[in-house]
Structure formats: structure tokens, C-alpha cells
């Protein structure tokens, strides 16, 4: 059974920075591409940044210059660091597989705010 456990959001003002991480259990990690979406209530979730199984990445314009999405396999985790936080990346932030998605965690709340 897929799992997926994110982590590392939080309150922050803007301008600074915070680490996302998601440990994923149940499959074989390095066999999937992997994202970070984010969703706001009333809004489509969308995909921010992903990362292929051999490491490629690609950002959403909005997470351009700003945030890094990294893997480490033998962790089973993947992670977003954000820098330059703006109110508009306020969400919660939930990874998944690119392309079609399995279940969804609980996700991690970002509030960006002064």
C-alpha cells in the first residue's frame, strides 16, 4: 500500500525560506517520477515542481528561480526547498507521482505572512 507522508510546513514571513520533505513507502521509489503539487481551497490543485527518475526536473513559472526539488532514493524522500517566499505560495503542499497520481497524503500547510 502506497503512502506518502509530507512535512516541514509552517508559518513564514515573506521573503524567507522553509524545507518540504515527503517519505513515500510501499513502492519502489526510484521507479517514479515525483512531484510537488499545491492546492488552494477553491482552486485546482496544481503541479509546482517535479523531478524524474533520473533526476530531471521542471518548474511551474511561478516556482522558477526560487525553489529546488531534489530526491534522495535510498531515503525514499523528496524534497522542495523554498526560498523568496511570496503570500501567493500560500497553500498546502502534497507530493505525488508525475503522470498519473496515486492516493493522496494529508498534506503540509505553507502560510506565507507578516
Known amino acids: 500500500q502506497v503512502q506518502l507522508v509530507e512535512s516541514g510546513g509552517g508559518l513564514v514571513q515573506p521573503g524567507g525560506s522553509l524545507r518540504l520533505s515527503c517519505a513515500a513507502s510501499?513502492?519502489?521509489?526510484?521507479?517514479?517520477?515525483m512531484g510537488w503539487y499545491r492546492q488552494v481551497p477553491g482552486k485546482q490543485r496544481e503541479l509546482v515542481a517535479g523531478?524524474?527518475?533520473?533526476?530531471?526536473?521542471n518548474y511551474a513559472d511561478s516556482a522558477k528561480g526560487r525553489f529546488t526539488i531534489s530526491r534522495d532514493n535510498a531515503k525514499n524522500t523528496v524534497y522542495l526547498q523554498m526560498n523568496s517566499l511570496k503570500p501567493e505560495d500560500t497553500a498546502v503542499y502534497y507530493c505525488?507521482?508525475?503522470?498519473?497520481?496515486?492516493?493522496w497524503g494529508q498534506g503540509t500547510q505553507v502560510t506565507v505572512s507578516s
Open positions: 505525488n507521482y508525475l503522470g498519473p497520481q496515486t492516493t
Open positions: 510501499g513502492i519502489i521509489f526510484s521507479n517514479y517520477g
Open positions: 523531478i524524474g527518475r533520473y533526476f530531471t526536473t
